[in-house]
């Protein structure tokens, strides 16, 4: 019937523009099979005729395009009705592709042919990169796409078993036997691993009912939560593991882990072995067991093992004409399968090879194959015998799915006795079990996933006494030599990059040794597998070619992803916690528009949303000429408290701080160690060893680590402590400002000279005991009150009813961006950027020369002293003239082709200004005050901006200092 497919659900589709019919639950190569189409794909260098390999989407011949989707794993994606499939990588059509006869040129694109072709004479390369371009490349974007809702979601569990072959459903049942909760995540769309597609014993019957048992005791287990369709795609410190499952990504967390990966079947290296209807014994078998598709009508199976004798036996019982077993070997390890075969009249040729694989025309197909005695390490006769087919089931061996557990440090060691990897090294709480250990034999395999659960079970203190025996199985698998190199080529050891075994072998004869630098000069394993068949044979290639063991080359890095993961699993939805002020409920009862800071809720404005410019004009005028409050509860806090909190103040922020006043305060800017403008805030000084000092919203939690990080070094004698949650605090602002404190701050001297510009005061507000600064953000007379956080919905409703005859209003973080613009202040992390140094900001005046340290002194003062290429300039535009919004860059001319120089990083329309106004960086020869610059805009239209001094409004801060 096939395990995975609905035969009562037909789904009709199209591929390259003809129709065909498959039933629910098939895969579009499977689909494509059972009708009789095997050719789905071009190769990329050659172009030659891609069909199915190992229908697991492990390997690059079955991509094809989908309407908005290019790269499409064939034998993965689902057909479904009205889907419309197109081939890739093509010339003309599929079937007669015009770049096929780039095959016939071989000879003359070499391994790193690129390389040494187009650098010479000067200038070839711009003749030759047009056509180059053209050719390269696989899929065709669609630049229309609109993008998909993607998230993230978090999961913790006790034990996480990563594949569920016999191995993983024996770890997993073990684990939730004990008590522990167990995660199991399996790559295929079902559980069971090789139970589904594999044969283990004579009769056929012993996977099916081993399956059938395990998995009704796995999905019954109120301690198990399953994953299908789910890879994991990377092993991080900890056990941290993320999982993509469709359209979201899991973040998983697991006291132990058991990887029960598997391995994946490897593949003989001799002439045309690409062709369609060649493939991999599990790739044949997953087609008749998980699709019911029969994957030919003659087979020819090529095997290193004895697992080749139970797939021609397999094959036999589905109806499938076997014509010979050609094994590798001189004998089998199992005389009774052997005898098997032999008694249904199958030829049995030992010590045989395949040498070469015969095509249909124009290479669709394999018609036949010549099989020869093998005399020597990847030597055969001269005499041959053909055998026609039309599959070619192989199978040199397995090579363990080893990418996790290298990428958590394991070792890969390579025994030339046995041809087989084992994997040690591997940090604590990360287990391994089944074949990716070592382990082949179906009753061995069991017993190793035991084995792997019990000693997580003994960490985690559930093992109940129970001890961990190790499992031996001297089971071989691998065949040590399957490469058969032709003198006329096409012998494939890497198929998505078209690299032939001389290609390897050339490549270590031009200099390149190392394996990883074979990889880089030859692009092996650089396609979409990743070195999953190729990782094997090109190790064995570069340790023959440069008289090494493969133990000593061994094989290329293996770095996350595991499997390809699109960006918007990276950037999709996450668990996003927010955080409300004291006062939120309040600001919600006057109708504000809500928006994101940081973990913070703000308000943006009050009234209608799709009145947002007429609300945020109107509050920045009723500031400039009346009063208005805003929540800043937001800001960062953090306290000093020592004997060395002054020093430890001069020492992280770039001003001088050793002499400041106690009751005064100064801007703090902070850079870090490559002198980059990270965050600013203000320094209180409440007390000789006291300072408080604040940050920005989203930059509170950096400064902090970054004090306990320099601290951890410094060793001053400090205390460092992360305030925010603790205060509420508002900023009360404009011209009426002091005459509606005075009302409620009855114990603090409000005059001019006794609470002056720049001053830090503590009294009482309405009863509440409160910190005051005398800033001006805004640009206005002004009182930032902070208060712990109890008393906060408290201050802003006595704020409220004392400024009432003052007619106070609210404003909010657009209006309050508006009019610091209008005073030039910036904002760290908008108006900045990972470059942005103090020179570029005009912030040298923050800087103390006279003090011999600051975080990132040494390299503000290297970069300060270059010349400079940007600086981040004020500028204005006419009212009604097209409006930059952020990003939007700056050009060194009036073309809109032009150079950029720079971009925009805050700009508005200021009715206080008249005109639009914005700060942006420009290159260094537009900054003159007066001169002029071009912007492109929306639509490709470009404005000419002016250069002009800041501030944009009351240059001399006479509003603040009233």
Same mark, same amino acid.
């Given at each position: 019937m096939g395990l995975l497919i609905d035969r009562t659900k037909p789904v009709s589709f199209k591929f390259d523009g003809k129709s065909y019919q498959g039933f629910q639950g098939d895969s579009i190569a499977s689909a494509l099979a059972g009708c009789?189409?095997?050719?789905?794909?071009?190769?990329?260098?050659? +172009?030659?005729?891609?069909? $199915?390999?190992?229908?697991? #989407?492990?390997?690059?011949?079955?991509?094809?395009?989908?309407?908005?989707?290019?790269?499409?794993?064939?034998?993965?994606?689902?057909?479904?009705n009205g889907l419309d499939v197109q081939g890739q990588n093509y010339n003309g059509s599929l079937d007669g592709d015009r770049d096929a006869i780039l095959g016939h040129f071989s000879r003359f694109m070499p391994v790193g042919f690129y390389y040494r072709s187009f650098f010479k004479p000067l200038g070839a390369w711009d003749k030759w990169e047009g056509f180059i371009r053209k050719k390269a490349g696989l899929g065709v974007l669609d630049l229309d796409f609109q993008p998909e809702y993607y998230d993230k979601a978090y999961l913790f569990h006790d034990v996480v078993v990563v594949g569920s072959g016999p191995a993983g459903l024996s770890a997993a049942l073990k684990a939730a036997n004990a #008590?522990? %909760?167990?995660?199991?995540?399996?790559?295929?769309? &079902?559980?069971?691993?090789?139970?589904?597609?594999?044969?283990?014993?004579?009769? #056929?019957?012993?996977?099916?009912?081993?399956?059938?048992?395990?998995?009704?005791?796995?999905?019954? +287990?109120?301690?198990?939560?399953?994953?299908?369709?789910?890879? *994991?795609? !990377?092993?991080?410190?900890?056990?941290?593991? $993320?999982?993509?499952?469709?359209k979201r990504m899991y973040k998983v967390r697991a006291k132990e882990c058991i990887v029960a990966s598997g391995s994946f079947e490897q593949h003989v290296v001799f002439r045309n072995n690409d062709l369609p209807g060649i493939m991999m014994s599990s790739a044949a078998t997953r087609l008749m067991k998980h699709y019911a598709v029969k994957p030919g009508n003659r087979a020819v199976v090529l095997t290193g093992n004895d697992d080749g004798y139970l797939t021609a036996l397999e094959l036999l019982d589905q109806g499938i004409e076997v014509a010979a077993v050609v094994d590798m070997?001189?004998?089998?390890?199992?005389?009774? &399968?052997?005898?098997?075969?032999?008694?249904?009249?199958?030829?049995?040729?030992?010590? +045989?090879?395949?040498?070469?694989?015969?095509?249909t025309r124009g290479n669709k197909h394999v018609r036949a194959v010549d099989v020869r005695r093998i005399t020597a390490k990847g030597e055969v006769a001269s005499q041959s015998q053909r055998f026609d087919c039309d599959l070619l089931c192989m199978s040199a061996g397995y090579m363990p799915v080893y990418q996790l557990l290298c990428q958590a440090g394991g070792q890969l060691k390579y025994d030339d006795t046995a041809a087989e990897f084992s994997l040690s090294k591997l940090p604590k709480n990360l287990r391994i079990a089944g074949s990716v250990n070592g382990v082949h034999g179906l009753s061995e395999v069991l017993h190793d996933g035991e084995r792997a659960a019990i000693e997580a079970l003994h960490t985690l203190g559930l093992a109940n006494g129970e001890v961990a025996v190790e499992v031996n199985c001297k089971r071989r698998v691998n065949f040590d030599w399957p490469i058969f190199s032709h003198p006329k080529g096409k012998d494939f050891v890497d198929y998505d990059e078209d690299l032939q075994a001389k290609d390897i072998v050339n490549a270590t004869r031009l200099g390149y040794r190392d394996v990883q630098l074979v990889k880089r000069f030859s692009t092996v394993g650089m396609g979409p597998s990743q070195g999953r068949h190729s990782a094997l044979p090109t190790a064995r290639l570069v340790a023959d070619a440069t008289d090494r063991t493969v133990t000593e080359t061994g094989v290329t890095t293996a770095r996350p992803p595991f499997s390809p993961e699109k960006l918007a699993h990276v950037a999709g939805r996450i668990f996003d916690p927010y955080r409300r002020t004291a006062m939120h409920h309040r600001h919600k009862e006057l109708g504000a528009k809500m928006m994101p800071a940081g973990n913070w809720q703000r308000p943006a404005f009050y009234g209608k949303p799709e009145e947002r410019d007429a609300c945020m004009h109107a509050e920045a005028e009723h500031v400039r000429n009346k009063v208005g409050v805003i929540d800043v509860s937001t800001l960062g806090g953090i306290e000093l408290r020592g004997p060395d909190a002054a020093e430890f103040m001069n020492r992280i922020y770039t001003f001088a701080f050793l002499k400041q006043p106690v009751g005064k305060t100064r801007y703090a800017v902070l850079t870090n160690e490559h002198g980059v403008v990270i965050d600013d805030g203000v320094s209180c000084r409440l007390a000789d060893e006291h300072?408080?000092?604040?940050?920005?919203?989203? !930059?509170?939690?950096?400064?902090?680590?970054?004090?306990?990080?320099?601290?951890?070094?410094?060793?001053?004698?400090?205390?460092?402590?992360?305030?925010?949650?603790?205060?509420?605090?508002?900023?009360?602002? #404009?011209?009426?400002?002091?005459k509606v404190l005075e009302k409620l701050a009855t114990d603090i001297d409000l005059s001019p000279e006794g609470f002056p510009y720049l001053a830090y005061r503590e009294g009482h507000v309405a009863g509440i005991p409160a910190r005051l600064l005398r800033v001006g953000f805004v640009g206005e007379l002004g009182y930032e009150i902070h208060v712990p956080s109890r008393f906060g919905e408290a201050l802003w409703d006595v704020l409220q009813e004392a400024g009432k005859e003052f007619d106070i209003r609210p404003f909010g973080v657009e209006t309050q961006r508006l009019l610091r613009l209008e005073k030039g202040h910036i904002i760290v992390s908008q108006d900045t950027d990972g470059m942005s140094h103090p020179g570029e900001l005009s912030l040298e005046w923050a800087i103390s020369r006279k003090k011999p340290f600051f975080v990132g002194r040494r390299s503000v003062d290297i970069v300060m002293a270059q010349p400079q290429t940007r600086k981040l300039v004020g500028f204005t535009l006419p009212k009604g003239t097209k409006k930059p919004e952020e990003g939007h860059l700056v050009?060194?001319?009036?073309?809109?082709?032009?150079?950029?120089? !720079?971009?925009?990083? %805050? *700009?508005?329309?200021? $009715? %206080?200004?008249?005109?639009?106004?914005?700060?942006a960086y420009v290159g260094i020869k537009q900054i003159e005050v007066g001169s002029q610059f071009p912007i492109r805009v929306d639509g490709g239209d470009v404005v000419q901006a002016t250069v002009v001094d800041l501030p944009f409004f009351d240059p001399d801060n006479a509003r603040q200092a009233l």
């Amino acid at each position: 019937m096939g395990l995975l497919i609905d035969r009562t659900k037909p789904v009709s589709f199209k591929f390259d523009g003809k129709s065909y019919q498959g039933f629910q639950g098939d895969s579009i190569a499977s689909a494509l099979a059972g009708c009789g189409r095997w050719l789905l794909s071009r190769s990329f260098k050659y +172009h030659r005729p891609r069909g $199915p390999l190992t229908m697991a #989407g492990q390997d690059a011949n079955t991509l094809i395009q989908l309407n908005k989707e290019p790269n499409v794993l064939a034998d993965r994606e689902l057909v479904a009705n009205g889907l419309d499939v197109q081939g890739q990588n093509y010339n003309g059509s599929l079937d007669g592709d015009r770049d096929a006869i780039l095959g016939h040129f071989s000879r003359f694109m070499p391994v790193g042919f690129y390389y040494r072709s187009f650098f010479k004479p000067l200038g070839a390369w711009d003749k030759w990169e047009g056509f180059i371009r053209k050719k390269a490349g696989l899929g065709v974007l669609d630049l229309d796409f609109q993008p998909e809702y993607y998230d993230k979601a978090y999961l913790f569990h006790d034990v996480v078993v990563v594949g569920s072959g016999p191995a993983g459903l024996s770890a997993a049942l073990k684990a939730a036997n004990a #008590g522990a %909760s167990v995660l199991l995540v399996e790559e295929q769309p &079902i559980l069971g691993g090789s139970l589904t597609y594999n044969r283990f014993d004579v009769e #056929g019957e012993q996977a099916d009912q081993l399956r059938e048992d395990l998995l009704a005791s796995v999905e019954q +287990h109120a301690n198990i939560e399953v994953l299908t369709s789910a890879a *994991c795609n !990377g092993w991080f410190a900890d056990n941290y593991l $993320p999982v993509i499952q469709g359209k979201r990504m899991y973040k998983v967390r697991a006291k132990e882990c058991i990887v029960a990966s598997g391995s994946f079947e490897q593949h003989v290296v001799f002439r045309n072995n690409d062709l369609p209807g060649i493939m991999m014994s599990s790739a044949a078998t997953r087609l008749m067991k998980h699709y019911a598709v029969k994957p030919g009508n003659r087979a020819v199976v090529l095997t290193g093992n004895d697992d080749g004798y139970l797939t021609a036996l397999e094959l036999l019982d589905q109806g499938i004409e076997v014509a010979a077993v050609v094994d590798m070997r001189n004998a089998a390890e199992s005389d009774a &399968i052997a005898s098997a075969v032999k008694a249904r009249g199958v030829e049995v040729l030992t010590g +045989h090879t395949v040498y070469e694989a015969i095509p249909t025309r124009g290479n669709k197909h394999v018609r036949a194959v010549d099989v020869r005695r093998i005399t020597a390490k990847g030597e055969v006769a001269s005499q041959s015998q053909r055998f026609d087919c039309d599959l070619l089931c192989m199978s040199a061996g397995y090579m363990p799915v080893y990418q996790l557990l290298c990428q958590a440090g394991g070792q890969l060691k390579y025994d030339d006795t046995a041809a087989e990897f084992s994997l040690s090294k591997l940090p604590k709480n990360l287990r391994i079990a089944g074949s990716v250990n070592g382990v082949h034999g179906l009753s061995e395999v069991l017993h190793d996933g035991e084995r792997a659960a019990i000693e997580a079970l003994h960490t985690l203190g559930l093992a109940n006494g129970e001890v961990a025996v190790e499992v031996n199985c001297k089971r071989r698998v691998n065949f040590d030599w399957p490469i058969f190199s032709h003198p006329k080529g096409k012998d494939f050891v890497d198929y998505d990059e078209d690299l032939q075994a001389k290609d390897i072998v050339n490549a270590t004869r031009l200099g390149y040794r190392d394996v990883q630098l074979v990889k880089r000069f030859s692009t092996v394993g650089m396609g979409p597998s990743q070195g999953r068949h190729s990782a094997l044979p090109t190790a064995r290639l570069v340790a023959d070619a440069t008289d090494r063991t493969v133990t000593e080359t061994g094989v290329t890095t293996a770095r996350p992803p595991f499997s390809p993961e699109k960006l918007a699993h990276v950037a999709g939805r996450i668990f996003d916690p927010y955080r409300r002020t004291a006062m939120h409920h309040r600001h919600k009862e006057l109708g504000a528009k809500m928006m994101p800071a940081g973990n913070w809720q703000r308000p943006a404005f009050y009234g209608k949303p799709e009145e947002r410019d007429a609300c945020m004009h109107a509050e920045a005028e009723h500031v400039r000429n009346k009063v208005g409050v805003i929540d800043v509860s937001t800001l960062g806090g953090i306290e000093l408290r020592g004997p060395d909190a002054a020093e430890f103040m001069n020492r992280i922020y770039t001003f001088a701080f050793l002499k400041q006043p106690v009751g005064k305060t100064r801007y703090a800017v902070l850079t870090n160690e490559h002198g980059v403008v990270i965050d600013d805030g203000v320094s209180c000084r409440l007390a000789d060893e006291h300072f408080y000092v604040t940050a920005t919203t989203s !930059g509170v939690e950096r400064v902090y680590r970054e004090m306990m990080k320099w601290n951890a070094q410094w060793r001053l004698d400090v205390d460092i402590t992360n305030v925010t949650s603790a205060f509420a605090a508002v900023n009360l602002a #404009g011209p009426d400002s002091r005459k509606v404190l005075e009302k409620l701050a009855t114990d603090i001297d409000l005059s001019p000279e006794g609470f002056p510009y720049l001053a830090y005061r503590e009294g009482h507000v309405a009863g509440i005991p409160a910190r005051l600064l005398r800033v001006g953000f805004v640009g206005e007379l002004g009182y930032e009150i902070h208060v712990p956080s109890r008393f906060g919905e408290a201050l802003w409703d006595v704020l409220q009813e004392a400024g009432k005859e003052f007619d106070i209003r609210p404003f909010g973080v657009e209006t309050q961006r508006l009019l610091r613009l209008e005073k030039g202040h910036i904002i760290v992390s908008q108006d900045t950027d990972g470059m942005s140094h103090p020179g570029e900001l005009s912030l040298e005046w923050a800087i103390s020369r006279k003090k011999p340290f600051f975080v990132g002194r040494r390299s503000v003062d290297i970069v300060m002293a270059q010349p400079q290429t940007r600086k981040l300039v004020g500028f204005t535009l006419p009212k009604g003239t097209k409006k930059p919004e952020e990003g939007h860059l700056v050009l060194s001319s009036s073309d809109s082709s032009a150079d950029i120089t !720079g971009n925009v990083t %805050s *700009c508005e329309y200021s $009715p %206080s200004v008249g005109s639009i106004i914005g700060l942006a960086y420009v290159g260094i020869k537009q900054i003159e005050v007066g001169s002029q610059f071009p912007i492109r805009v929306d639509g490709g239209d470009v404005v000419q901006a002016t250069v002009v001094d800041l501030p944009f409004f009351d240059p001399d801060n006479a509003r603040q200092a009233l």
